[in-house]
């Protein structure tokens, strides 16, 4: 049986396509298409199309149509491969540099450099290095962006010399939007085209992303989702993603939204539900007769959230509002090709019901409430009604010292619970006009009444495309922003991914000083401990409404439903409710000055960039010439002295505990993004080379250079490490029991060739795709990561490197085990590993030995090989050298 049995001609417009058309399986007797889950679909069609390789065979598709007709057959090992992969900045220069550094491996064993090279089409957005340096001023994006291009031009020199000495690989310049957004609005095209040998093959585009928000483009049809940049860097180089093929959990809305409830008070309500759930390593497709009261950007929201919530996608399949959203986004064509092919193909949702999920939830959107999440888990979600009495309750406000902090006898002093940083940003909710306009009327309605924002809250608008400013403007809203404080300081992730900037320096000082317990509200899709800034305790996601009304409250203890805001002009109390427009409001002015021109403007030249831009110097040669004095790139270490021979499989004996963790550690407390603390081992590094503090940068930015980064694993200052009392990057280091830096250990031990463990809780490595967060731990030494559970993208990431994740049996974990921390560990048996086998861990404490089981969290062999080739790129680049 060949993909030829299911081959068809699509005619459209007179040009000819040719399709796999899942349907004709039904016709062979193989699965009944239209009870499947669309995104099931979408990898049958793609198993189909690669056939005929010899990653692929005819079984693999009749084996995974089963398994998804079935509710108890074992998942199936499929080789997926994506039309394309998307990147941002932080983890793309990681990427790129891994790139660089293949060249130079390939050139020095006398191949040539250009065998690396991407293979499928890539694209990287530079969306992740502004930050809110200035706010409050006309000029604020100028001066941000002029900012970001003096700290970042080494970076952007690497990423300009790779667009032009890579081939099918696209930058998007800085200052153009956030990755995400930019691919909703232009870079998507639902359905792919192809030049081959037979003809112009059509088929559904797809597509792995190097940051975990990647799921947001789910909302168009498009199944793809966030990976490990070791991960897509495979991709890049031709490999397929191998993968189980996940269950599919189908989320049936039901009823309508009440009319003031936002996209984002469905996508907190989804979150706080399918977390509890445990969708982890599932795609969520959502289903129903509600779906016709969300539009495209309400999807969108609830589909970028998906890491939140823990799935591996949250899929929305193609119909008519797709089709629509397509052509208000100048993509009239696209849009024909789109609808034809998956009215086609089986791919088009009628909304007839008749799909069989693995498991259905059922979520009624006439109950869902206006609600924020927070402090620290964007699955903990608070109703408004409710909230005051919450963060009163977490922060202990009823209970405190008062302390009253008012310099120049402002109406409003700071104090425990002052909002100091307010932000609209986010891709997650500045792609839906509905929120950002609602906004705009919420400052337009504020500002009418008299009412103006506390001294001590920092604002910012940061859209995630230059479309956004453009209707604002058209609308008269941006004005009304820019009045109460919230000038547009860039196009970009900002404040979201923890590039809020300096508060001002009395702010933070009086913070310091008093041990204030400060806030933030911000429309974005995190919240974790110090991830928006350091010195901020809350952090509360929200609307980008709720934003504005939360920065003129100033606190987050206050009741929006009965306390007011403030004093209007004439002396009257204003209530949230007196400038909280209404639905029909919103709509109307949506239709009136969101304009597909604004579209068709923006991105006819996205690829250009500013001047800035094009004003940078870049060396022409196919590889790139490494600067030892750089801080900011650095050749990896990961090819040094490489080797064509695979090594004998690691031995785990006399190991070390480095950490012990404990729940919900994320990607963020493993390998920060924000600022860089002087007192630190990466601080250290960059004074000891010359780098003025005020001129660190972020960790985020530095990914290019791992004496940086690997001085930064561990090294978030809210991490806690139970070896030690203090919360930060501090360890013991055994047998002697000092308090170190986890850095400065991890040398210890190396030079003593000690292998080290981590042990963690549930849900280890939650958050951000962040390749550093296993890059980090692998070159401070550590062999295995033992926790009670781990989250999907950072699992993949400990594979790609070559460190072992391994879990707890079930009811077990390092306290129910009765494990110090100071024991030594031995794992005998690894070059016998299975996937999702058992192995033994001896652990010796004063000559008493205590042994336990854990599970090999490695899902097919292909990983076992990952695992002892050292990791995914020295195994593609064996597998490359070779051919």
Same mark, same amino acid.
């Given at each position: 049986m060949t993909h030829n049995n299911i081959k068809q001609k699509l005619v459209l417009n007179h040009q000819e396509y040719m399709v796999h058309n899942i349907r004709l399986l039904e016709d062979m007797g193989v699965a009944k298409i239209e009870t499947l889950p669309f995104s099931a679909r979408i990898f049958l069609e793609n198993l189909a199309r690669h056939l005929d390789s010899n990653l692929v065979q005819w079984t693999d598709i009749v084996n995974a149509a089963k398994f998804y007709e079935s509710d108890t057959k074992e998942s199936e090992f499929i080789a997926f491969h994506p039309s394309r992969v998307l990147m941002q900045d932080f983890t793309g220069v990681p990427a790129v540099v891994d790139f660089a550094a293949m060249r130079d491996a390939v050139h020095a064993k006398g191949a040539d450099p250009k065998k690396i090279n991407p293979l499928v089409p890539v694209d990287l957005v530079i969306d992740h290095s502004i930050q809110v340096d200035h706010f409050k001023e006309k000029n604020s994006f100028f001066l941000n962006a002029q900012k970001?291009? +003096? /700290?970042?031009? =080494? /970076?952007?020199?690497?990423?300009?010399?790779?667009?032009? !000495?890579? +081939? !099918?690989? /696209? #930058?998007?310049?800085? =200052?153009? *939007?956030?990755? %995400?957004?930019? !691919?909703? =609005?232009?870079?998507?095209?639902? #359905?792919?085209?192809?030049?081959?040998? =037979? *003809?112009?093959?059509?088929?559904? +585009?797809?597509?792995? *992303?190097? +940051?975990? %928000?990647?799921?947001?483009? !789910?909302?168009? *049809?498009?199944?793809g989702w966030g990976v490990g940049g070791i991960e897509a860097e495979a991709v890049m180089l031709g490999q397929p993603y191998y993968m189980n093929l996940p269950r599919i959990i189908g989320v049936n809305f039901m009823g309508k939204p009440q009319k003031q409830i936002t996209s984002t008070d469905i996508a907190l309500h989804v979150t706080e539900l399918l977390r509890k759930e445990n969708v982890v390593e599932k795609i969520v497709e959502y289903t129903g007769d509600g779906l016709k009261y969300l539009t495209l950007t309400d999807r969108a929201t609830i589909a970028n959230m998906s890491p939140e919530y823990g799935a591996t996608a949250g899929f929305f399949p193609v119909d008519e509002q797709t089709l629509s959203y397509l052509r208000k986004t100048n993509r009239a064509k696209t849009a024909d090709l789109v609808e034809a092919y998956c009215k086609t193909c089986g791919l088009f949702n009628t909304h007839d019901d008749k799909i069989h999920f693995s498991k259905k939830i059922d979520v009624d959107l006439s109950l869902i409430e206006t609600s924020i999440a927070g402090p620290s888990r964007p699955q903990d979600r608070l109703s408004l009604s409710e909230a005051k009495d919450r963060v009163t309750r977490i922060f202990d406000l009823g209970n405190r010292k008062t302390v009253s902090i008012n310099p120049e006898n402002k109406p409003q002093a700071l104090t425990h619970g002052s909002i100091v940083i307010a932000a609209i940003t986010s891709c997650t909710n500045t792609s839906n006009p509905y929120t950002m306009v609602g906004a705009g009327l919420v400052a337009k309605k504020a500002v009418e009444k008299g009412l103006s924002i506390p001294w001590f809250v920092k604002t910012s608008l940061s859209p995630g495309s230059r479309v956004v400013l453009d209707y604002l403007k058209d609308a008269g809203l941006m004005k009304f922003f820019e009045e109460l404080g919230f000038n547009n300081t860039g196009f970009g992730c900002m404040t979201c991914i923890g590039n809020s900037g300096p508060l001002d320096p009395f702010i933070e000082e009086s913070i310091k000083t008093h041990h204030l317990d400060v806030m933030s509200v911000l429309s974005g899709n995190r919240n974790f401990e110090a991830r928006i800034h350091q010195e901020v305790k809350g952090n509360f996601l929200m609307s980008p409404l709720l934003v504005v009304i939360y920065a003129i409250a100033g606190k987050m203890d206050i009741d929006l439903n009965t306390e007011p805001l403030g004093i209007s002009k004439e002396g009257k109390p204003v209530f949230m409710s007196d400038i909280w427009p209404s639905t029909d409001e919103i709509h109307e002015y949506v239709e009136t000055y969101v304009h597909e021109k604004f579209f068709r403007d923006q991105y006819a030249h996205i690829f250009l960039g500013d001047r800035l831009w094009q004003d940078l110097e870049i060396d022409e040669n196919t590889t790139f010439k490494f600067d030892e004095a750089s801080t900011y790139i650095r050749n990896p270490p990961f090819f040094r002295n490489f080797s064509m021979q695979v090594p004998e499989m690691m031995q785990i004996k006399d190991a070390r505990a480095l950490l012990v963790l404990g729940d919900s550690v994320t990607t963020d407390h493993i390998s920060p993004a924000g600022a860089i603390p002087v007192d630190y081992p990466a601080g250290t590094y960059l004074t000891g080379n010359g780098v003025k503090p005020w001129e660190f940068n972020s960790y985020g930015s530095r990914r290019g250079n791992h004496e940086v980064m690997m001085r930064g694993t561990f090294a978030n200052i809210r991490i806690k490490n139970r070896l030690v009392s203090e919360t930060g990057g501090w360890t013991l280091k055994f047998p002697e029991m000092e308090k170190d830096f986890v850095f400065d250990a991890s040398l210890k031990y190396q030079a003593q060739h000690t292998g080290l463990l981590v042990f963690g809780g549930k849900e280890y490595g939650s958050g951000s795709s962040r390749d550093w967060a296993a890059k980090g731990p692998s070159l401070l030494g550590v062999k295995a990561v033992i926790a009670e559970s781990f989250e999907r993208i950072h699992r993949s990431n400990l594979v790609g490197m070559g460190v072992l994740p391994l879990s707890f049996q079930a009811g077990e974990s390092f306290e129910s085990l009765n494990l110090k921390g100071d024991e030594t560990f031995e794992i005998p048996g690894l070059d016998q590993i299975r996937p999702n086998g058992l192995l033994t861990v001896i652990a010796m404490r004063n000559n008493i030995k205590m042994n336990f089981k854990v599970i090999v969290k490695l899902n097919t062999d292909i990983e076992i090989e990952y695992i002892r080739n050292g990791g995914i790129l020295p195994y593609v680049l064996r597998q490359m050298i070779k051919e």
């Open positions: 970001e291009y +003096d /700290r970042n031009k =080494e /970076r952007y020199q690497l990423l300009k010399w790779a667009q032009q !000495n890579f +081939d !099918n690989f /696209r #930058v998007v310049p800085p =200052e153009s *939007g956030i990755c %995400h957004q930019v !691919n909703l =609005e232009y870079l998507a095209t639902v #359905v792919t085209t192809q030049k081959t040998r =037979e *003809g112009l093959m059509a088929f559904p +585009d797809t597509l792995v *992303g190097t +940051d975990s %928000h990647t799921t947001m483009i !789910n909302a168009l *049809g498009v199944l």
